[in-house]
């Protein structure tokens, strides 16, 4: 079955220290990995995908993710958080199922940032 | 650019009414996707059109939930003799990815319809 664990439901930093936001999957398809950000009465916005090229992922806004297919691990690091980067973060995997795509959010993780 | 549009911003009805929400897509995207968001959770899937052919309606929670795309773009969400258990942010997507593609495009998100039922 195809699933997504976000490990952690809220995750506490101060400015300037680092990132880190960790997001396990399961699928039984090669799957394509993204990574979204979510302010208050917001949609969602792309932070940045993983689709099988390089396995380090940059994005937006200094994050980036590393695939580790061993790990089934897609985590998202930020060298030095920014007040603005307080919001809820979504892993989400697409995969084949039903004969066609499956998109797979994870629970979120809520991130504070502490001045 | 034009992202994706949603409208009513926010909706309130009494239970029992009929509500409808409009999603405007990228221009071009071909597939549309409706989640809903309730308070404090991610979003959860309810239904996704390939054009004007709704390819999967696995996640509508009740046959009160209808959802259409006649034209291949605009796509509506309709919700009959609404619940209070409805009061959710109903979220639209639209993507470039095509049934037969390799399911790497991501999805591009409106701001969503924060509905509250009385």
């Known amino acids: 079955a195809q699933s997504v664990t976000q490990l952690d439901s809220h995750v506490s930093v101060s400015e300037g220290t680092p990132v880190l936001l960790r997001c396990n999957y399961s699928?039984?398809?090669?799957?394509?990995l993204f990574w979204y950000v979510q302010h208050p009465n917001k949609g969602l916005q792309l932070l940045l995908k993983y689709t099988s090229a390089a396995t380090l992922v940059k994005g937006i806004n200094g994050f980036e993710a590393e695939f580790k297919k061993s790990e089934t691990s897609f985590h998202l690091t930020k060298p030095s958080a920014h007040m603005s980067d307080a919001a809820e973060y979504f892993c989400v995997v697409i995969t084949r199922g039903g004969g066609g795509f499956k998109t797979i959010f994870g629970a979120g993780t809520r991130l504070f940032v502490k001045a | 650019g034009a992202g994706v549009s949603q409208s009513p911003r926010y909706k309130v009805a009494k239970r029992g009414q009929d509500v409808a929400l409009r999603c405007d897509p990228i221009s071009g995207h071909v597939s549309l996707f409706w989640y809903q968001q309730a308070l404090g959770q991610g979003p959860e899937f309810l239904t996704y059109?390939?054009?004007?052919?709704?390819?999967?309606k696995s996640g509508l929670p009740s046959d009160r939930f209808f959802a259409e795309r006649p034209e291949g773009s605009v796509s509506t969400l309709k919700i009959q003799r609404t619940q209070q258990e409805d009061s959710a942010v109903y979220l639209c997507?639209?993507?470039?990815?095509?049934?037969?593609?390799?399911?790497?495009?991501?999805?591009?998100f409106g701001d969503g319809t924060r509905l509250s039922i009385l």
């Open positions: 699928s039984s398809y090669s799957p394509s």
């Open positions: 059109f390939q054009n004007e052919a709704q390819l999967d």
């Open positions: 997507a639209s993507s470039s990815q095509t049934r037969q593609g390799a399911g790497n495009q991501p999805q591009h």
